[in-house]
């Protein structure tokens, strides 16, 4: 068999999705869950791109062993440094550069002609090849370039010393023939010199089509994200093109990659999650409905041979064979580590185990059913929490059709409470006003989204609130689980401001290089 190694970048080109910012116990999370995953190279962040990437980029350096960790760099010597710096503790670890290609690019954004690029590249590559063994090199907009440069460029970088030749289809232009037709060229061009890669936008809905298309014609690298997260239309999808590759081996004999398929579901799920970004119901491989059968005859279909209308397994990907109703109240705390385990939540410290299991016992007492949802939300939840500044202990609210709705507040910082109260537009305005008040800082909401964890009518309510808490720095994102919605509103905010707090000490402690 013949290796495609997968570049997963859902924590760089994933995190530039709208909406998508992560922390760093988050990142931290996912990347050991890709580790599990079986990719072969974690693109952690852009280390020079901000404080929060460089910290995330170390520290997952620090925690993965059997992924090499990846910085992304622009084509300058800073960008480079610090990306070398971020990777120092990585046991495998690679520099990704880049520059544009294209006259576009070249013309309207670097303002650079095509022979001031290629020495920008080849500086690039050799101060990353001295700093580091693997580097790869990036055409951005490979797909608009012109063929003739293309390969100008490759030469040089290749000859300066990188391993990996990144052609991206980066604003998602090309048709799988036109795509396939570039790698071709460029392949017959530089043989065995270097390992090509492929990574390929979704603007016309063709990045995983495209990205295959790159294989079949000689690419061994795929750069995707999982659920396919990404700027605008997003990237290629990890689930998507490695399941085809399963699926289809008649057509790519051969062809294998070193993902363990049944991590994908986990993985998938632990994404939305963090990000509160949900695959569309119908999205392949891990779409709530992906394999769901509803039509009579479809079923029909099933009972006398599953073939008939199944060409994969959801377990194949790592879905629970069971309807996902899980342990009760009287399960004990053996029962639910084996649960844990056989949900993929395998090495948790006792520390995290000891909380989840009170949590879960509580929700035992309030909620009839307890779902496998249930129980991956409140793991989510008390495996990436970031450090506690602000913690909620008490809300009352009171709001009625006339009236003015307010929220009583009690809030716990450095082992003090704090006690406050404001009206509101609404319960939610009221207990953010509250919130303001108490923590003295004054957040903007630019995005409120609330979803039941799992089905009933006394389904856990999970927020995620995205605030802005200074408009000269990103806005955070915070999750809040909780039976009662208006409390896991007051969770999400808090958290939010917690997250807050903890990027900003991490700016002033200056922990980029
Ligand atoms: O889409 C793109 O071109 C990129 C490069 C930086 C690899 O993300
Ligand atoms: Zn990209």
Request: charged share 25%; proline share 3%; net charge negative.
């Amino acid at each position: 068999m013949e290796r495609i190694k997968i570049f997963d970048t859902t924590l760089r080109d994933g995190e530039q999705s709208p909406g998508a910012s992560m922390n760093t116990e988050e990142k931290i999370k996912l990347a050991l869950a890709l580790e599990r995953l079986g990719v072969d190279i974690i693109e952690a962040g852009f280390a020079a791109a901000s404080p929060g990437d460089f910290e995330a980029i170390s520290r997952i350096s620090e925690a993965i062993c059997n992924s090499t960790i990846c910085s992304l760099a622009r084509a300058v010597p800073k960008d480079i440094e610090s990306a070398a710096k971020a990777l120092e503790k990585a046991k495998l670890k690679r520099i990704h550069t880049f520059i544009a290609t294209s006259p576009i690019h070249m013309e309207f954004k670097l303002k650079m002609q095509p022979n001031e690029v290629i020495k920008r590249a080849v500086e690039a590559v050799s101060l990353a090849k001295s700093l580091c063994e693997d580097v790869e090199f990036s055409c951005e907009d490979a797909s608009r370039s012109d063929r003739g440069f293309l390969k100008e460029i490759a030469a040089a970088v290749i000859e300066a010393g990188a391993k990996t030749l990144n052609l991206p289809d980066t604003v998602g232009y090309r048709l799988p023939q036109e795509l396939g037709a570039m790698i071709q060229e460029i392949k017959a061009f530089v043989g065995d010199s270097v390992i090509l890669s492929v990574h390929c936008h979704n603007d016309l809905g063709l990045a995983v089509a495209n990205s295959l298309a790159g294989i079949q014609n000689g690419a061994r690298q795929l750069e995707c994200t999982i659920n396919g997260l990404g700027e605008r239309a997003g990237n290629t999808a990890l689930e998507e093109v490695v399941m085809i590759l399963k699926t289809r081996q008649d057509i790519f004999n051969g062809l294998d990659t070193r993902i363990n398929t049944k991590e994908i579901y986990a993985c998938s799920k632990l994404v939305s999650d963090i990000t509160g970004i949900r695959p569309q119901p119908n999205k392949a491989i891990v779409g709530k409905n992906a394999f769901a059968h509803e039509s009579g005859i479809h079923q029909d279909g099933m009972l006398k041979h599953r073939e008939t209308y199944e060409i994969m397994r959801a377990s194949d990907i790592g879905i629970p064979e069971n309807n996902g109703l899980v342990l009760g109240k009287h399960s004990g705390r053996a029962a639910f580590k084996d649960k844990l385990e056989s949900m993929g939540f395998g090495e948790i410290s006792q520390d995290d185990l000891d909380k989840a299991f009170e949590r879960f016992k509580v929700l035992c007492d309030r909620k009839k059913e307890v779902y496998d949802e249930d129980i991956r939300s409140i793991m989510t939840e008390e495996t990436t929490k970031i450090p506690q500044v602000f913690e909620l202990l008490g809300l009352q609210i009171s709001s009625c059709s006339s009236g003015v709705p307010h929220a009583a507040i009690s809030i716990q910082k450095d082992r003090e409470t704090r006690i406050d109260a404001a009206i509101g537009n609404g319960s939610v305005d009221a207990i953010l006003k509250t919130i303001d008040r108490i923590s003295g800082y004054k957040g903007v909401l630019k995005d409120y989204k609330v979803e039941a964890v799992s089905e009933g009518k006394d389904a856990l309510a999970k927020v995620v609130v995205k605030v802005e808490f200074d408009p000269e720095k990103p806005a955070v994102i915070g999750h809040g689980l909780h039976l009662d919605t208006m409390q896991a509103t007051a969770r999400a905010y808090l958290g939010a401001l917690n997250s807050y707090l903890s990027m900003r000490e991490l700016i002033t402690n200056k922990t980029i290089c």
